[in-house]
């Protein structure tokens, strides 16, 4: 089940990353369509067709991405994007799957609230969470993680340490070795998968900790590498993969917003944060609870608004 999540994260990063550098590609020969931003309530829409004369124009926008399990119930990854066009930075937080909310008076998982009354309910608990206003989001499943990657011709990684481990329960088998490489989207998967090898002694020192590290490099170096003009030739096949793996309120014209901005990202202009708390165990059921101060003051330092 741990695994399973890891590489769930690592998929919902990856897919958002190659969704903006699809359709911002794609923007620049499409260049007709409204902007049709994601508001509280889901039905305000910006009909103004110049970029300067919109609302959102060079303000911060936010994008909730929601990783549903296997059931396609719950999201078991929540993550939310903060994207400052002025800037031209990009801030991510990730939000725990088990965190309390209180849904018609009673305690309820974040992650089940997407079963419970779809997109809007759990957008509408992310924005009491946070403060913040939600403009788009993205729902999507894992399935098209390893053809994406080799549709991109693989990320360029730097291995720390040469990394092995079998198990044959979970069909799950990786073997690398250490220093800069491309990996395909087999071997990604692999990198975003290890933890520790078979033998003790064996991973990384901090354990998860060091295992996130690795998952947020890497996630840096897909954007470095992949948010560039001459993948147009292999837009249409990324932008289709996407198109079978997710749905969204994000449209084409959304993006001619924001396109100069967006080419403009690098790996040192993404930032990753978590929600603040602690796990509690509470009648019966363990939650995390979040700490609503340090998230207060976590949002005012680095997000943008």
Known sequence: MKLRRLIFISC?????????????????IN?????????????????????????????????????LDEEEVRSDVILLLNFSPEKERLNIL???RDTRVRVGGKSAKINALVGMGGEILAIKKIEELTGLQVNYYVTLN???????IDTLDGVEVNIPFDMDYDDSEQNLHIHL???????N?????QLVRYRKGNKAGEGYTDGDLGRIKMQQQF????????????????IYDVFYILKEYMKTNI????INYYLRDIRNLSYEKVAAFTLPGEARYVNHLWFFIPDKEKTTELLDKYFFK
């Not at 989207?185 to 998967?189: M, P």
């Open 12 to 28: 919902i990063f990856i897919s958002v990353v190659l969704f903006i550098n699809g359709l911002s590609v794609l923007a620049l």
């Open 31 to 67: 260049k007709k369509g409204l902007t049709r931003p994601f508001s509280k309530h889901l039905d305000t829409q910006v009909k103004d067709n110049h970029m300067e004369n919109s609302p959102l124009y060079r303000k911060p926008v936010n994008i909730i991405v929601l990783g």
């Open 94 to 96: 990730s939000i725990a």
């Open 142 to 148: 894992f399935k098209g993680f390893r053809k994406m």
């Open 177 to 183: 070795r250490k220093g800069r490489q491309v990996l």
């Open 185 to 189: 989207g087999q071997k990604a998967e």
């Open 219 to 234: 996630i840096k170096e897909l954007i470095d590498q992949k948010i560039r003009i001459r993948y147009i030739t292999k």
């Open 251 to 254: 449209e084409l014209g959304d």
